[in-house]
């Protein structure tokens, strides 16, 4: 005879929109003893002593010498396929450094309000997830805390393909990996260009030159809790997406932190 499991308590439920665009919302609901805060447990003193006294650099600046010596350690097939990525990739990232100065192409709507206007368009060019808040400059990195021109900062994640990425270690998984870059370097700029029909100012933080630590602001957004793996966990697809931001002079409303569970999750299991 089977035994029973007993019901948990729930503390609250999350209601976000579905997978894909035009997927009906889902629910989550998360059990009382994973509730923790919305976001993540972390002190603002902490954080603000940490960004002065030891403020954070880009991996292409503090790690150079390592991603100089990947190449050196690349079978014949990796290393065609990284040529050809970077090949694609490159105009991406160059295109994404100029966009800060790029003026808008339309006249904004006196007072209204572009939060779901951007969202939706993000949604139908294929982000999964989307979501507003303030660019925090704390996580700025140091070579990048000028570039930044805008405050208001659109979190955008790209699904990973999931069959692809099962196959790890693989070239299989080195596509759906550097091929979702490719194809969210590209989408960026398309929602910059829409945006700046609207009548304001886009620039595009890369995925694969990014302006600072993008997690926090992702929490900040409500897409997502940091996981004990130190990736942003989203309801949809964990830590199977890839990141990027716009910034825009836009206005926007924010989101919110939300407590998914995923704190308490980890910890249980980081410990069980």
């Given at each position: 005879?089977?035994?029973?499991i007993p019901?948990?308590t729930?503390?609250?439920?999350v209601?976000?929109?579905?997978r894909?665009h035009g997927?009906?919302d ?7 003893d994973l509730a ?8 603002d ?5 940490y ?5 954070v650099?880009?991996q292409?600046?503090e ?5 100089d010596?990947?190449?050196t350690?690349?079978?014949?097939e990796v ?6 990525h970077d ?10 450094l100029?966009?800060?100065d ?5 006249t ?7 939060t ?12 999964g ?7 925090d ?10 570039w ?12 990973q ?8 270690p693989s070239?299989?998984?080195?596509f759906?990996h ?5 194809i969210?370097?590209?989408l ?9 029909s609207?009548?304001?100012?886009a620039q595009v933080?890369s995925p ?18 940091l ?14 997406a ?7 002079d836009a206005?926007?409303?924010y ?12 910890q249980?299991?980081?410990f069980?």
């Open positions: 005879m089977l035994k029973e019901k948990k729930v503390s609250h439920v209601t976000r929109p579905g894909l997927d009906p889902v629910e989550i609901p998360v059990a009382i923790t805060v919305p976001g993540i447990p972390k002190r003193e902490d954080v603000s002593f960004s002065r006294v030891y403020p650099e880009s292409n600046i790690k150079a010498a390592d991603r010596w990947v190449w350690v690349y079978t014949a290393l065609k396929y990284r040529e050809r090949e694609i990739n490159q105009p991406l990232v160059d295109a994404s100029l966009t800060g790029i003026q808008p192409t339309g904004p709507e006196a007072g209204k309000d572009m779901a206007v951007i969202r939706l368009k993000a949604r139908e060019l294929g982000f997830e989307v979501g507003f808040t303030k660019f400059h704390k996580y700025a990195y140091m070579s990048k805390k000028r930044v021109k805008y405050e208001h900062t659109i979190c955008l994640a790209l699904e393909d999931y069959y692809q990425t099962q196959t790890i070239i299989e998984a080195e759906a550097f091929g979702t870059y490719e969210e370097g590209a960026a700029l398309d929602l910059a260009d829409y945006i700046r609207l009548g304001y100012h933080h694969n030159d990014n302006s600072g630590v993008y997690i926090p602001m992702f929490v900040a957004a409500g897409l997502g809790q996981g004990a793996n130190g990736q942003l966990l989203s309801p949809h697809f964990g830590s199977r890839r990141l990027a931001m716009i910034t825009t206005p926007i409303t989101d919110e932190p939300v407590d998914y569970g995923l704190h308490n999750f980890c249980i299991a980081r069980a």
